[in-house]
């Protein structure tokens, strides 16, 4: 049987074990169609994922919250956000002058970053959990950030004089998951901070962290930042913050360290 | 007249200094524009060419880009610099240089005693007046030969790195895409993990259970878990059996600071490597992994072009006799390298230029899923690289990395590519693969039944 697919899977006993495409047969040298076509599939999903546009409307409308702001970065349009890391990182004029100091606990941003399918799935009902889990906290009004890196946030918090900013962002597509979003918890936002002064919380989408379990964690950070006065690696030192941050598979980061493999 | 100044369709192009022209005769890319070095038009860019082509290659050893106070690597490359070898082309001009290096008086004998002579920026100055054939060309006429319990670069052989990666390093799941490549003649030139969870303990688990499947199948192979050299240090100083000592570099000093690592912790780590004494057909303990634009993400390329920072990081690599060197070329994402173009271009200069200075480079043929490229482009750089003669490529499950979240080639890929090009394994490994049976009787690795002796071999006692 040189080419057939195989009757019997010699690989069933490790399937359950990974993800990864393992057994996959052979024609003649080269993958079969049906294996093929699923990760042309999955593929797809991820391109669809980055080149895809933020429905903000539909986010806004399931929030619980008021009142929401709007702003860009200095990326004009995808192709320059892929090229140009720093373009993203900035607010473009218009949003800046449209930012003014209020005093606030926490500023809360939503990123597209490099999936919209995850901010379009995960964004709301995260925030919604937050908000469930800091009644007592003044919460700026949610920011909407389109073309947007991590590091937007900094600007963002400082112009809101916000004490903590969180950026639930998009994270770059894999394979397994498309949809995956990120959370990045700043204390003291101001530009130039380095990705080593933030936290982070990764990896919440339908097969990994749920918005509640990613709300608990981000909540259990933000505490321990304003008793500390910091975050980062400072923060994440911490036995029991780091053990469940770490849980929460730390790789997918977005645009911090893309060399570190 | 200014010295780096040339009259070219109807304008006269002035550079301000060596690297510029270096900077701007580089075929556009992302990572260059987003540095500002980039040529600001191709008139602009060919121009810089011309200039590049008259220079002298003495003008390197000369003019240092990065200083030499500043920066060990420039010590590195300038103080092992090997004048004798590089004699027979100390005449020329950089544009001499390129139609010498294709000419047949450029043998592959040649071209090795050559290599001591050559420094980084020579190689990747000739580079940039080369197109993608003459990358191919030059680089199959060149052979680095390597070994550890196998032995890599040998004409006629395309090795390939088995990477086994899980989010969450679970054994089971490890040993079933080991054993999925090693069905398929994959791991010949290392069986290598990038490991979830990164500390020293996680290592030695690892290296253990590497080690446990390697020695129970009696592959002639070596494994690695590619976790930061002072992590190495530390198992082997705990006891474990470990191969490989790997470690990412870059091409300056200040960028290798940003790996957390330093030339003399290179030199203790392969020393430590070494005291193991596990080799059997060769001494060859390190493993390095590179890649264009790695220097500007740390904000430590001291103005140079991504691909000449590139080409230094091989001038750390041969100092250290290294089993292995791969770029991560389509790793290190679209700002660097936008699209399968300028990946493509990127992958046959990593491995053109690293060959010609004796390094024994082999690349991760891959992309990630916001970079503009696709399986079908990978296609086309692992049929370019095979035919110039790669040392090996990465292979991993139907070409989805489903730790790192990439996708580089598939093991039915590298099975294709021996096949096509009639390219065999590493001696050793072949020779396992024909005690292990299977392997017909034209040497081909034909698909099995599922009952086949092998698999039963393979998966039957396999995790």
């Known amino acids: 049987m040189a080419d057939s697919p195989i009757p019997l899977d010699p690989f069933a006993r490790f399937r359950a074990a990974t993800r990864a495409r393992i057994g996959l047969g052979r024609s003649g040298d080269a993958m079969p169609l049906r294996p093929l076509l699923d990760f042309q599939l999955a593929h797809a999903q991820a391109r669809d994922a980055v080149h895809g546009r933020v429905d903000w409307d539909r986010v806004a409308e399931a929030l619980p919250s008021g009142p929401v702001l709007s702003v860009h970065s200095a990326a004009p349009d995808r192709q320059t956000y892929l090229r140009r890391p720093d373009l993203g990182r900035r607010l473009d004029e218009s949003s800046a002058a449209g930012l003014s100091d209020g005093g606030w606990d926490l500023a809360l941003v939503v990123a597209d970053g490099l999936s919209a399918a995850a901010v379009q799935s995960w964004a709301a009902p995260t925030i919604a959990a937050i908000l469930d889990r800091l009644p007592d906290w003044r919460i700026a009004p949610v920011v909407f950030a389109s073309q947007a890196r991590v590091a937007i946030g900094d600007p963002i918090g400082e112009k809101l004089g916000a004490q903590l900013v969180a950026v639930l962002i998009g994270e770059r597509p894999g394979l397994s998951a498309a949809d995956s979003l990120g959370i990045y918890l700043t204390y003291a936002p101001r530009s130039g901070r380095r990705d080593s002064e933030r936290n982070c919380i990764s990896n919440i989408h339908g097969g990994g962290l749920s918005p509640q379990q990613a709300a608990d964690k981000l909540v259990w950070l933000a505490r321990q930042a304003r008793h500390l006065r910091l975050t980062g690696v400072d923060l994440k030192e911490d036995a029991r913050s780091a053990e469940s941050i770490e849980a929460g598979a730390p790789r997918l980061d977005l645009d911090a360290e893309p060399f570190a493999r | ?463």
Not at chain 2, 56 to 68: D, G, H, I, K, M
Not at chain 2, 196 to 219: G, H, K, Q, W, Y
Not at chain 2, 264 to 270: D, F, I, T, V, Y
Not at chain 2, 437 to 461: C, F, K, V, Y
Request: hydrophobic share 45%.
């Open chain 2, 1 to 463: 007249m200014p010295r780096y100044a040339v009259n070219a369709g109807g304008e006269r192009h002035v550079f301000s200094d060596l690297k510029t022209v270096m900077a701007c005769a580089s075929p556009r890319r992302s990572g260059d524009e987003l540095a500002g070095l980039a040529a600001d038009s191709e008139l602009h860019r060919v121009a810089a060419r011309m200039v590049l082509a008259d220079l002298p290659l003495t003008v390197f050893l000369s003019e240092a880009l990065v200083p030499y106070e500043e920066d060990e690597v420039t010590r590195l490359i300038v103080d092992g610099h090997d004048r004798v070898a590089f004699a027979p082309v100390s005449h020329m001009t950089v544009g001499q240089f390129r139609d010498w290096l294709l000419s047949y008086a450029a043998t592959s004998e040649v071209l090795a005693a050559l290599a001591p002579g050559l420094t980084p920026e020579m190689v990747a100055a000739v580079s940039k007046l080369m197109r993608n054939a003459d990358l191919i060309a030059v680089a199959a006429k060149c052979r680095v030969v390597t070994a550890f319990r196998s032995t890599l670069g040998l004409p006629g052989r395309l090795g390939s790195r088995l990477q086994p990666n899980h989010p969450t390093d679970d054994p089971l799941g490890i040993a079933a895409s080991t054993l999925d490549g090693l069905l398929f003649g994959i791991g010949d030139a290392v069986i290598g993990i990038n490991p979830a969870t990164d500390n020293v303990s996680a290592c030695v688990t690892l290296l253990s259970m590497l080690d446990e499947v390697r020695t129970r199948f009696d592959i002639p192979t070596q494994t690695c878990v590619l976790t930061h050299v002072t992590n190495s240090i530390q198992a082997i100083e705990r006891g474990a059996p470990l191969d490989l000592v790997f470690q990412s570099i870059a091409g300056t000093e200040a960028a290798n600071r940003g790996f957390g690592v330093s030339l003399s912790m290179l030199a203790e780590a392969q020393a430590a490597a070494l005291s193991l004494g596990r080799g059997t057909v060769g001494t060859d303990v390190m493993y390095f992994e590179t890649g264009q634009g790695s220097a500007l993400s740390a904000d430590a390329h001291h103005g140079l072009d991504q691909q000449t920072v590139e080409v230094r990081a091989y001038g750390v690599a041969r100092a250290f006799s290294p089993l292995l060197v791969n770029t991560v070329v389509g790793f290190i994402g679209p700002e660097y390298l936008y699209d399968s173009k300028q990946i493509i271009r990127a992958g046959l200069e990593d491995h053109c230029c690293g060959k010609l200075l004796g390094v024994p480079m082999g690349v991760d043929v891959c992309y990630t899923n916001h970079a503009e490229a696709d399986q079908d482009d990978m296609d086309v750089l692992m049929t370019l690289l095979g035919t110039a003669g790669v040392n090996f490529v990465i292979a991993v499950p139907g070409a989805d990395d489903v730790m790192l979240n990439y996708q580089s080639l598939s093991y039915h890929d590298v099975l294709g590519l021996r096949h096509l090009l009639d390219l065999r394994p590493a001696p050793e490994f072949e020779s396992w693969l024909g005690r292990m049976g299977m392997l017909d009787s034209t040497g081909r690795l034909a698909p099995l039944s599922a009952g086949a002796q092998p698999i039963a071999h393979l998966l039957g006692q396999g995790a």
